[in-house]
């Protein structure tokens, strides 16, 4: 019997997939469901990505590298279970997929942790003030979840 829920922010970054490791640990451990959640644009997410950035358009004509782009709802499902295909011994982890056509990511986590046990998110690294000012993902979510909130950092190279 699944005690609770607890949802996972993913893009297909390799922070979401930390994210996403944590999150299906944690649920082994409480006997909880994970929920995975992305979100998509229309617009190409490595060009979204850049935005995120605080960059101007012209100075990113390449898709980023650990942002995979996606087009349509039927990509997203493929990503976010090719994301999980990779995860071994998930036999004993409830797995289900929101996938969600919205501009803003954050705002779409936040709803779907009402009544959630936890938020896990991957947190792309990224500091100071233009940090501040966009609103990161993870930081919006960290301000407004209803639920507590989980931050997976990217380590530290040495």
Not at 16 to 41: K, N
Not at 62 to 70: D, I, K, L, Q, S
Not at 83 to 103: G, I, W
Not at 145 to 155: M, T
Request: glycine residues 8%.
């Amino acid at each position: 019997m699944v005690m609770g829920r607890i949802v996972v922010g993913v893009d297909g970054s390799p922070e979401s997939m930390a994210a996403l490791r944590w999150a299906i640990e944690e649920a082994r451990y409480r006997g909880a469901q994970v929920e995975t959640v992305f979100v998509f644009q229309n617009t190409p997410s490595w060009r979204l990505y850049g935005y995120q950035q605080g960059r101007p358009a012209e100075s990113f004509d390449e898709p980023h590298e650990h942002v995979p782009e996606v087009e349509d709802r039927d990509d997203a499902h493929r990503l976010v279970g090719g994301m999980v295909d990779k995860l071994t011994h998930l036999e004993d982890v409830e797995m289900e997929s929101v996938v969600v056509e919205d501009r803003h990511p954050a705002h779409v986590l936040v709803e779907r942790s009402e009544g959630a046990e936890m938020l896990v998110v991957g947190s792309h690294g990224r500091s100071g003030a233009s940090e501040m000012l966009l609103g990161s993902v993870s930081h919006q979510c960290a301000t407004h979840a209803s639920c507590p909130i989980v931050i997976i950092r990217p380590r530290r190279s040495s």
